[in-house]
Nanobody, 116 residues
Framework: QVQLVESGGDLVQAGGSLRLSCAASASTFSINAMGWYRQAPGKERELVARITSAGATNYGDSVKGRFTISRDNAKNTVYLQMNSLKPEDTGVYYC??????????WGQGTQVTVSS
């Protein structure tokens, strides 16, 4: 079973920065897309950013211009650089990995809290 190890969540003041990392263990199937979703209390999980194996990216509207997603294919690792953080960025951030075959994997989540 593939495991995703997330790190980087923390408490930060508004305007600050954080960098999230997610490393995927070895899998039978190659990885297609990797991404981050977040869920705030009382809200649905939403896309933050996603990057394909070819390097194409897409972002949620609320984070465009502030967050940058990248990946290291050799390490099966995806990163999320978050700058100019706002209190509304607070939530649990989940790593998501989509394979060319089989079911996607989800991380257990890492808490990001932005204080005003």
């Amino acid at each position: 079973q593939v495991q995703l190890v997330e790190s980087g969540g923390d408490l930060v003041q508004a305007g600050g920065s954080l960098r999230l990392s997610c490393a995927a263990s070895a899998s039978t199937f190659s990885i297609n897309a990797m991404g981050w979703y977040r869920q705030a209390p009382g809200k649905e999980r939403e896309l933050v950013a996603r990057i394909t194996s070819a390097g194409a990216t897409n972002y949620g509207d609320s984070v465009k211009g502030r967050f940058t997603i990248s990946r290291d294919n050799a390490k099966n690792t995806v990163y999320l650089q978050m700058n100019s953080l706002k209190p509304e960025d607070t939530g649990v951030y989940y790593c998501n990995v989509v394979y060319w075959r089989g079911l996607p994997s989800w991380g257990q989540g890492t808490q990001v809290t932005v204080s005003s």
